[in-house]
T-cell receptor
Framework: NAGVTQTPKFQVLKTGQSMTLQCAQDMNHNSMYWYRQDPGMGLRLIYYSASEGTTDKGEVPNGYNVSRLNKREFSLRLESAAPSQTSVYFC??????????????FGPGTRLTVL | AQSVTQLGSHVSVSEGALVLLRCNYSSSVPPYLFWYVQYPNQGLQLLLKYTSAATLVKGINGFEAEFKKSETSFHLTKPSAHMSDAAEYFCAVSPTPLVFGKGTRLSVIA
């Protein structure tokens, strides 16, 4: 049981390049999330998927797109990377849709640098 | 809208001393509250959560937090700090998706 896995662990991009961050969970969870973490800013929600087949914007969605490929996988795409997107990206999942007391389980993160 | 404020971006304590990390929340509905910990170069993991069952919540590694509605607070405490407690701590409030505070970095001095 690996929990939440993320690939890659590290990535360096040039401005304007595109890439996809991958996330998968093996806990049969319904809901999945993408956050970015910046110094002094805490975690900010980019997008989330309450259940398979649905996605919604979070606090900071501009410049990103997501795909809930199936129940296990939730990817985050940067179409044209900008230096402001330099950050640590975390994927998380929780068991049930819309249950506010459910624990979120986090992946180890992807450190992205955009030059 | 819900929000949390963590007082102090950095707290430093001596080994064996009391740990107190402060969190105040704002919520228009009865909140559910969480504390997560992030060790260096790792993801976040749950320390404890308040779901209205009991106001004093015990978590892992000897941490506990008390929900005080009158003070809109959910402060995290541990009686005796250990070197291994050095990490960043995040308070968060429901509804799902969670809204996180900006974090408090705890340093433990030998």
């Amino acid at each position: 049981n690996a929990g939440v896995t993320q690939t890659p662990k590290f990535q360096v991009l040039k401005t304007g390049q595109s890439m996809t961050l991958q996330c998968a969970q093996d806990m049969n969870h319904n809901s999945m999330y993408w956050y970015r973490q910046d110094p002094g800013m805490g975690l900010r929600l980019i997008y989330y998927s309450a259940s398979e087949g649905t996605t919604d914007k979070g606090e900071v969605p501009n410049g990103y797109n997501v795909s809930r490929l199936n129940k296990r996988e939730f990817s985050l795409r940067l179409e044209s990377a900008a230096p402001s997107q330099t950050s640590v990206y975390f994927c998380a999942s929780s068991e049930r849709t819309g249950i506010t007391t459910d624990t979120q389980y986090f992946g180890p993160g992807t450190r992205l640098t955009v030059l | 809208a819900q929000s949390v404020t963590q007082l102090g971006s950095h707290v430093s304590v001596s080994e064996g001393a009391l740990v107190l990390l402060r969190c105040n929340y704002s919520s228009s509905v009865p909140p559910y509250l969480f504390w997560y910990v992030q060790y260096p170069n790792q993801g976040l993991q749950l320390l404890l959560k308040y779901t209205s069952a009991a106001t004093l919540v015990k978590g892992i590694n000897g941490f506990e937090a008390e929900f005080k509605k009158s003070e809109t607070s959910f402060h995290l405490t541990k009686p005796s700090a250990h070197m291994s407690d050095a990490a960043e701590y995040f308070c968060a409030v429901s509804p799902t998706p969670l809204v996180f505070g900006k974090g408090t970095r705890l340093s433990v001095i030998a």
